[in-house]
C-alpha cells in the first residue's frame, strides 16, 4: 500500500503558504519516495518541487539524492523531508541547493525567490539520535573499534582482521560500521572499509566526548610544572604507579604550539591516592595546577606512548581532551590532528 505522507505534505504546505508572495501550493502526485508539489507566485511564476521523504536523513543519503538529483532532476526543486536533520545533513543540503525540513519545523527553503530559514526549534528526535551514537562514554567497544582504526587511519580494514585487533566481534565491528557509514565518515570497497573524512568524524566525536566529564582531582603542589613531571616519572620508577599524560601537558609532546601552566594526568582510581600522597599535593577548590583524572575505562589508555620521556596517551585521546579545555585546546587539538592522525606534513 502507498505511503499517502499526510503529515509531511502539512508541513511543506503551512511553510510555503507562509510566504506572503505565494499564491498557490498544491500537491500534484503522490510517489513512493514523497510527493510532488506545484508552486505559483504572484508574479505568474509556477515551479515544481519534488519532495522526498526519509525516516532517517543520514548524511549519505543526502548525498545519494544529490547525486541522483544531479543526474536526472525531475523538477526544479528538490526537498527532503524528515524527522530530524542533523548538522552534517543539513550543511549538505545547503551546500548541494536542496531544501529540507524536520518534524520540528526546521527548515530551508532557497528556490527562485523564495528564502525561508528556520533553526532552533527544539526536536526531541534528535535526542533519540544520539543516544545511538557511538562516541557515547558508555560505548567503549566502539570507542576501542574507533581507536583500532584511527591508529592507522589511511588503512583499509576488513571486518574480520579489525575485529580481531580491536578484540572484539565482528557484529559489533559491523555496527560501528554502518554507522560511520550513514555518517559519510568512511568509504566501503573491495579492500574493505576506509576512514575517508577524519577531520569530521574527530570533531563529532570530541562534541559528544566532551559533554560528560570524568571524575578529577582538582590538586595544587608547592613544586613546578617541571618538577611535577619528574616526580611523576620517579613515582612510576620507585612506586610502579603508572601516569598517562594529556591535555595541554601531553599534547606538547606531540605538537608543541602552546605553553601550560597546569598538568592534566590519567592515574587510575586504586592509585590516586597514593600518587597524591607521593606528588605531595591536596585538592584545592582554586588554583589548581595538577588535575588527576580517573580513566572511565581502559580504552582511554590505548595507544599510549612514551613521548620525551614521559608516558602520554594516544594522539586521539589528547584530541578529545584538548577540544573540552578552554584557551588554546582547540588550537592545540587540531595540530594534533593534522600531524599525529591524519599524518599530513605541516611546515
Not at 91 to 98: A, H, K, R, T
Not at 186 to 191: A, C, R, W, Y
Not at 222 to 231: Q, R
Not at 256 to 266: C, S, T
Request: charged content about 30%; hydrophobic content about 35%; glycine content about 6%.
Amino acid at each position: 500500500m502507498k505511503p499517502n505522507f499526510i503529515k509531511e505534505k502539512e508541513l511543506v504546505s503551512r511553510k510555503i503558504l507562509s510566504v506572503p508572495f505565494v499564491d498557490n501550493y498544491e500537491v500534484e502526485e503522490t510517489t513512493g519516495e514523497g510527493f510532488i508539489s506545484r508552486v505559483e507566485l504572484e508574479d505568474g511564476q509556477v515551479f515544481h518541487m519534488d519532495i522526498h521523504v526519509l525516516k532517517e536523513a543520514f548524511p549519505v543519503k543526502i548525498k545519494e539524492l544529490i547525486n541522483n538529483a544531479e543526474k536526472k532532476m525531475r523538477t526544479d526543486y528538490l526537498v527532503v523531508v524528515a524527522p530530524f536533520i542533523s548538522e552534517k545533513s543539513f550543511l549538505l543540503c545547503e551546500s548541494g541547493d536542496v531544501g529540507f525540513i524536520d518534524h520540528a519545523g526546521n527548515c530551508l527553503f532557497r528556490y527562485h525567490s523564495i528564502y525561508i530559514s528556520v533553526s532552533g526549534n527544539k526536536n526531541p528526535e534528535s535526542s533519540k539520535r544520539a543516544l545511538r551514537s557511538i562516541f557515547e562514554k558508555s560505548s567503549t567497544v566502539s570507542s576501542l573499534i574507533l581507536r583500532t582504526m584511527l591508529e592507522d587511519a589511511g588503512k583499509s580494514w576488513r571486518l574480520k582482521n579489525l575485529s580481531g585487533k580491536a578484540g572484539c566481534s565482528i557484529g559489533q565491528v559491523s555496527k560501528v560500521k554502518d554507522f560511520l557509514a550513514n555518517n559519510a565518515w568512511i568509504e566501503v570497497g573491495n579492500e574493505g572499509v576506509k576512514i575517508t573524512d577524519i577531520e569530521s568524524l574527530m570533531k563529532e566525536w570530541a562534541r559528544v566526548y566532551s559533554g560528560k566529564k570524568e571524575e578529577a582531582y582538582e590538586c595544587y603542589s608547592l613544586d613546578n610544572i617541571a618538577e611535577i613531571e619528574e616526580k611523576l616519572e620517579r613515582m612510576k620508577e620507585e612506586c610502579g604507579i603508572a601516569y598517562y599524560l594529556t591535555g595541554f601537558t601531553g599534547g606538547v609532546r606531540y605538537a608543541p604550539v602552546v605553553r601550560y601552566n597546569k598538568i592534566h594526568v590519567y592515574i587510575k582510581p586504586e592509585d590516586i591516592k597514593e600518587a597524591m600522597d607521593y606528588l605531595g599535593c591536596k585538592v584545592v577548590e582554586s588554583g589548581a595546577n595538577l588535575s588527576i583524572i580517573e580513566p572511565y575505562d581502559e580504552c582511554v589508555l590505548k595507544d599510549s606512548r612514551i613521548m620525551k620521556g614521559s608516558h602520554v596517551v594516544s594522539p586521539v585521546q589528547i584530541y578529545l581532551d584538548c577540544m573540552g579545555l578552554k584557551g588554546r585546546g582547540e588550537e592545540l587539538a587540531n595540530a594534533i590532528l593534522i600531524k599525529e592522525i591524519i599524518k599530513t606534513d605541516v611546515t
